[in-house]
């Protein structure tokens, strides 16, 4: 008996995921997001670290201009599923069912970042099939624990985020601040080593940063498993995190009846 509740938590996770990744892929504003801005971002990144004259300039430009795709899909993709819920008056009905919301709310944020690794894979396709940017495994393995980790980070972050929208209704102001600061600090395009000394804590923070770490120095060499174990510690920290700022704002917003006004 006990275990009912969490087969049915399960169940809902796995289809949540598999019904929002529908929908995303099915959506014309996310395939322009996820197919078309990714085209564009790998080129400008491409030329401006062609004259670099490191070999590896160019796969680390394509990388990150590949995860700042992935970003803005979490991070839009967040913010606009409540707004969609909202407005076709559902949001209500998800709170007070008897699942807790946030086992409804996590595989919407994670299916954002999932379709967001398309971008990631298509502007490091883009770079070799255009720009014959060479495409070098160093690990082949640890870039597959990576790339699941990415995902689980980034998802973890996105609820937290969308908690946040619960509670205030103008998300995509929310979404239009955070984007550039959080692909600044996480190291997508330009360096950290680059930043101010007191700014670099606030990347080590993120997902973000451990993500394109693990991911590059899979493909490059380093210590890619440090980075992914680094993301994963912190994928379990923003689920607790979300957990909390879920409970707490949904709390206030039935406690206010401010649900689908605020």
Do not use: C
Request: glycine share 10%; no cysteine.
């Amino acid at each position: 008996m006990s275990s009912r509740p969490l087969v049915r938590w399960v169940r809902v996770l796995v289809r949540g995921w598999l019904m929002q990744t529908k929908y995303l892929l099915s959506s014309g504003f996310f395939l322009l997001i996820s197919a078309v801005q990714p085209l564009v971002l790998a080129a400008l990144a491409h030329y401006l670290f062609r004259a670099g004259g490191r070999s590896d300039a160019l796969l680390y430009a394509a990388v990150g201009a590949g995860m700042l795709n992935v970003w803005s899909t979490t991070l839009v993709g967040s913010g606009q599923a409540l707004t969609l819920l909202r407005t076709a008056g559902v949001l209500e009905l998800l709170v007070a069912a008897p699942v807790p919301f946030a086992v409804v709310l996590a595989p919407m944020t994670a299916a954002t970042a999932s379709v967001g690794l398309f971008a990631l894979a298509e502007t490091v396709a883009w770079g070799w099939l255009v720009f014959g940017i060479p495409l070098p495994a160093a690990d082949p393995w640890a870039l597959l624990v990576a790339l699941p980790v990415t995902v689980l980070g980034l998802g973890m972050l996105g609820m937290v985020l969308a908690s946040v929208f619960v509670r205030f209704r103008y998300s995509n102001a929310l979404t239009n601040l955070l984007d550039y600061p959080v692909w600044l600090l996480s190291g997508m395009l330009v360096p950290t080593e680059l930043l101010p000394g007191w700014l670099r804590p606030v990347g080590w923070a993120l997902p973000t940063s451990w993500g394109v770490r693990a991911i590059r120095e899979s493909l490059l060499g380093g210590a890619p498993l440090r980075a992914a174990g680094v993301g994963l510690l912190l994928a379990a920290g923003y689920l607790g995190l979300g957990l909390f700022t879920v409970h707490v704002f949904t709390t206030l917003a039935r406690r206010r009846a401010s649900l689908a006004l605020s």
